[in-house]
């Protein structure tokens, strides 16, 4: 997957929006991955995780605040792990 721009316009301001590939692979080291993509120019990282928070999500996340990007997370699948939770722990 390659870096994709998309423009966007929130209450009249425009902005560029960028979906880089995940970090933590083979061909997207976490430990090189602000720097391989980029990501230091950037004025802030959305962090999307829809799973446990990974080894390359806290390198990511402490990569950033060590370089001054404002960072937000965003934990999606929410009503999938409450629901999972619910059926681990036999609650209703």
């Known amino acids: 997957m390659d870096m994709q721009a998309f423009d ?6 425009r902005l560029k929006l960028w979906d880089v590939p ?4 083979e061909k997207f080291p976490a ?3 602000i720097k391989d993509m980029g ?5 802030g990282l959305v962090i999307l995780t829809g799973d446990r928070w990974t ?14 990007i404002p960072c937000y997370i965003v ?3 929410m009503d999938i792990a409450i629901e999972s ?4 722990n036999d609650a209703t």
Do not use: P
């Open 85 to 88: 939770n619910e059926a681990d």
């Open 22 to 25: 995940g970090a933590g692979t």
């Open 31 to 33: 430990d090189k991955y």
């Open 39 to 43: 990501l230091r120019y950037f004025d």
């Open 8 to 13: 966007a316009d929130l209450l009249g301001l």
């Open 75 to 77: 934990r999606t699948k």
């Open 55 to 68: 080894e390359s999500d806290v390198q990511l996340f402490q990569t950033s605040r060590r370089f001054r």
